[in-house]
């Protein structure tokens, strides 16, 4: 029994991560039908930013803080320098240009912080505690505490604020929030900057509990990240979120029992493939109209129903 | 020409013959690929145990096809049911699955790959021999592409509803392309495992699928010599990158952002308008 | 305007031209130095091992033409990057050959290395592997060298130290899915029951893995009472701190791999009390281990590990061939490096019937967050590597 909650406490942190970068990504796929690779570069960089800044200042909060704002900005840079010129283009276009431009963050980071990749001097949030049995790091559950804060904080701002509601109606039907007053960039540049916040929050977070960061640290979220976006709906945010634990979990223990007939990155693909055979709209999708077959059993209403079954049209 | 020249010979052969199979797909008929380096491994991995078994070229190289090609089938089946967008997903699992089993499998070598694969048999020809596979991938993929079935795959990936509507069977050109193209694949799979003796999971990655669609994108999606053209300067890159060697892969990353960013419609169609445009003037 | 874009096609074209006249190879007379090729991957996944081979290449070189070169002669080493990919490694194989390399030193991963090798066989020209494992490598023919120890040998000497001199007798095997980890996997299995090691079970684990809690919970309720973690300083830097913070007590073994200082750096306190079987014997007295270690700290600012230390023992070795065959000639290298019996960074080496190297195994340990002597396993018969 041990070893089950063990094992299901390690997916669940995992998944959190996984959330974090994910969520970036399933927002500008949403809004801007582009997958956007290079966004496990600003995941690298944020890990990068965050650990620097800590051992220079000796700060974790300030590193932290400047790391989410830095590649935020980043983010926003990197919309408009490369895929605002290329969105009337084939959807393949922007997928190498962003690959493009993750090789060169990659290379960026070696080439600036070494090939060895660096620790923390003093290791942030040391330290653990015993839980029915386990023995739980403050990192692992500052990693779980910081998910839930900046997830809920996004679906509040989705649903509460106005700004959030420009945002949705922008997901949704472009060209009639465009008719509306809605400036489609200002929402366009929120939403990098945001989704690029995260990822540099996952980075910092998974360079805490590794005590290393490294410049190919990117590369396993990179194509991770999208297995779930797909398996969460395409854009979805509840559904990536959903997704994304399940894939923590799913990991944990595959890992442990199916280690000798496929690797644990290929766990992540086998499930996604099997999920798209049975149901090719992924897990959380409900078509214009008609509800999706979660939704319907949760009986979701309102705003909770938007955010867990909307898919862009 | 030395033994570096036919070395580097070689594998622009290889790649040619890649970036022409995923052309097919990807370029004719728009079925955006993100695993195409699996079917590469299914062939070399195929040549690999085939040859160390005691088969010769003739026999390693059809099977390789054929086995490759089976895979695309099957993959294609499964794309089959998935839309555009999830396509190019779908098949980048695809790829990681293949590398999964591999890995895991200590049949097919594992971790280790398999190596001491016995020479082809051509001894100082074999260079000259893929080279001849290239230019036969390229005489097969222009018939292809002035055939009917060229035709059909360019009416579905322009518009895969209006195609169906004009009567035209877009499952089963769907599944024609990818296994003509993942045949080729195989083929270019073969000849690479004759030429390095070795064959391990670190050649069929996602980087190295990524890599061939830009070769295609490069060269401009559905255009011969532009695959061509762009396997040819993306395999000779690092060549003459020597002098940047610490920053090549950099440069890299930054040519096929700008190359995106500036020529989204690839080089051939570029070079071709660049052509008409001083035949244009001439004529003045 | 036509004639501007006739001059900017013709500027073109010679571009075109003197690129490929770029490839037309050197060939060139044999002048005052001897060529020594460096293969290695400087870019690309094996960028960490090839760079600090590279850097202490170069001390090796930079220290032998110092004291007068070798016969005469000045050393120049000619450096090509694999980028860790075998299908690059043919190619610069043959440029290296086609620039007249005398001999070669590869500190490239074991894929680059035995698709390289076949290369260097056919034009005879001896060819040291200092950090490659592949056992093809050396079986692909009379001029093919080892100076780093296969996995098998390295796996026995690792059960040979926990039971003999640790004196633990349950132990968990954790692999990392290399073929590195794997061989380590294999010669420590076919070992532990001669020196009363219980395997009480194996664990594999990805190189990419950095999170390890679901291996950590199944090893906590094994409860051995000594891990051996092959695997590299990024796995098992953070897997020894999970391990330590999850509670778990058991002491841990690792090999060469975890040499580098960065090691401790990423596991902190956890990585206390870690052995390892090294090539470096830290706090040697011999002038050939202590100034190279000086020397290589000075030059890069980071303390040696592995990877530099077998591939400066390798331009060692090599320039001591040179010397002892009096000549640059291939094949007088390959003799004189078959009898050869030279103190280098690494201890006392020679070589037996296959061309791997004969070697004793210092051991060190972690105490007050630096790599420190603990021993050394010495036990030819136990350590012979294998002869076919």
């Not at chain 3, 894929?111 to 290369?119: D, N």
């Amino acid at each position: 029994m041990s070893l089950f909650l063990n094992l299901a406490s390690q997916g669940l942190i995992n998944g959190a991560v996984y959330a974090l970068i994910a969520i970036g990504l399933a927002m500008v796929f949403g809004l801007l039908r582009i997958l956007h690779i290079a966004h496990a570069g600003l995941f690298a960089l944020g890990g990068y930013l965050g650990l620097v800044v800590t051992n220079a200042t000796g700060s974790f909060a300030l590193g932290l803080a400047v790391s989410m704002a830095v590649v935020a900005a980043c983010g926003v840079l990197m919309y408009r320098l490369c895929y605002e010129p290329i969105l009337e283009q084939p959807p393949y276009v922007p997928l190498i240009a962003s690959v493009g431009m993750f090789l060169a963050i990659e290379e960026l980071l070696r080439l600036v912080f070494g090939d060895h990749g660096l620790s923390y001097h003093v290791p942030p949030l040391a330290g653990a505690i015993d839980l029915g049995g386990m023995r739980i790091k403050y990192a692992e559950i500052a990693v779980v505490v910081m998910a839930c804060v900046l997830l809920g904080g996004l679906a509040l701002f989705a649903t509460r604020t106005r700004i959030g509601m420009a945002w949705r109606a922008t997901v949704s039907e472009p060209r009639m929030a465009a008719s509306c007053g809605v400036s489609l960039r200002q929402v366009r540049h929120l939403n990098f900057a945001i989704g690029s916040a995260f990822a540099a929050a996952a980075g910092v977070m998974v360079g805490v509990l590794n005590n290393l960061v490294e410049p190919s640290m990117g590369a396993v979220p990179s194509y991770k990240a999208l297995a779930i976006i797909v398996l969460g709906g395409l854009g979805n945010m509840g559904g990536t979120l959903v997704a994304a634990l399940l894939l923590g979990l799913v990991e944990a223990f595959g890992a442990t029992y199916l280690s000798n007939y496929l690797d644990r990155d290929s766990i992540a693909f086998a499930a996604m493939l099997c999920v798209l055979l049975v149901r090719p709209e992924g897990l959380f999708s409900g078509t214009k109209g008609s509800t999706g077959l979660l939704a319907r059993k949760l009986q979701l209403k309102g705003a909770a129903k938007w955010v867990l079954t909307k898919r862009p049209s | 020409m030395g033994a570096y020249e036919t070395s580097i010979l070689t594998l622009v052969a290889i790649n040619v013959i890649l970036a022409l199979s995923l052309n097919l797909i990807s370029g004719l008929c728009g079925q955006v690929s993100l695993g195409h380096a699996a079917f590469f491994g299914v062939g070399a991995y195929a040549t690999a145990l085939l040859a160390k078994a005691g088969a010769n070229l003739w026999l390693t190289l059809p099977a390789a096809l054929l086995l490759a090609g089976v895979c695309g089938l099957v993959v294609g089946f499964c794309s089959l049911r998935v839309r555009d967008d999830f396509l190019a997903i779908a098949t980048m699992a695809a790829g990681f699955l293949f590398l999964g089993v591999v890995r895991t499998s200590d049949a097919l070598g594992g971790e280790l790959g398999i190596s001491q694969i016995p020479e082809s048999g051509l001894e100082g020809f074999y260079p000259y021999f893929v080279v001849l596979c290239a230019v036969a991938a390229g005489v097969f993929c222009t018939w292809v592409k002035k055939s009917w079935l060229g035709y059909a795959f360019e009416a579905v990936s322009a518009d895969e509803t209006a195609a169906r509507s004009l009567g035209i069977d877009t499952p089963r050109f769907k599944l024609a392309a990818f296994a003509l193209g993942t045949g080729l694949a195989g083929v270019a799979g073969c000849l690479y495992a004759y030429y390095l003796g070795t064959v391990g999971v670190e050649a069929f990655g996602f980087p190295v699928s990524v890599m061939i669609l830009a070769m295609v994108v490069i060269g401009g999606m559905g255009s011969i010599w532009g695959s061509v053209l762009a396997a040819a300067l993306l395999t000779l890159a690092p060549e003459w990158f020597r002098f940047i060697n610490d920053y090549k892969l950099l440069v890299f990353g930054l040519l096929l952002f700008v190359m995106m960013r500036f020529v989204p419609g690839g080089l051939f169609p570029l070079v071709l308008r660049q052509a008409r445009r001083l035949r244009g003037e001439a004529a003045r | 305007m036509r004639s501007n874009s006739f001059f900017k096609r013709l500027a073109l074209g010679l571009a075109c031209a003197a690129g490929l006249a770029g490839f037309a190879g050197g060939a060139f007379a044999q002048g005052a130095t001897t060529r020594i090729g460096f293969q290695a991957g400087l870019t690309g996944p094996a960028a960490a091992d090839g760079n600090a081979g590279l850097a202490a290449a170069r001390l090796a070189v930079e220290q032998i033409n110092g004291a007068g070169g070798v016969n005469g002669k000045k050393l120049e080493l000619v450096v090509y990057d694999d980028q860790g990919k075998p299908e690059q490694a043919v190619p610069i194989a043959n440029r290296m050959v086609g620039d007249g390399v005398r001999a070669v030193v590869s500190a490239g991963f074991s894929g680059p290395s035995r698709a390289a090798a076949p290369v260097f066989q056919r034009a005879k020209i001896p060819y040291i592997a200092a950090i490659a494992f592949a056992p093809e490598i050396t079986r692909t023919g009379n001029y093919m060298f080892r100076v780093t120890s296969v996995g098998e040998v390295q796996g026995r000497a690792a059960a040979k130290l926990m039971g003999d001199v640790l004196h633990k007798k349950r132990a968990v095997l954790l692999t990392i899915k290399t073929d590195f980890g794997k061989t380590l996997a294999a010669g420590f299995k076919e070992a532990a029951p001669k020196f009363g090691v219980q395997l009480l079970k194996e664990y594999e684990y990805a190189p990419s893995d950095r999170q390890f809690g679901p291996l950590i919970a199944s090893i906590k309720a094994d409860n051995p009472d000594v891990i051996y973690a092959t695997g590299f300083y990024f796995t098992a830097g953070p897997l020894v701190a999970q391990l330590r913070s999850a509670g778990v007590t058991a002491d841990v073994v690792g090999a060469e791999s975890l040499s580098s200082q960065q090691y401790i750096d990423i596991a902190g306190q956890a990585a206390e009390g870690t052995v390892i079987t090294n090539v470096i014997d830290w706090g040697s007295q011999l002038p050939e281990i202590a100034d190279f270690l000086k020397a290589y700290e000075k030059a890069t600012n980071s303390k040696a590990e592995a990877a530099a230390t077998s591939t400066h023992a390798a331009v060692v070795a090599l320039a001591a061939a040179i010397r002892k065959a009096k000549s640059d000639d291939p094949d007088k290298i390959r003799a004189a490096l078959e009898t050869l019996d030279v103190t280098t960074a690494i201890g006392r080496i020679s070589f037996n019937k296959l061309h791997e190297v004969k070697k004793n195994f210092p051991l060190s340990i972690v105490r007050n967050g630096k790599w420190e002597r603990f021993g050394v396993i010495d036990d030819p018969a136990l350590l012979a590597p294998p002869e076919q």
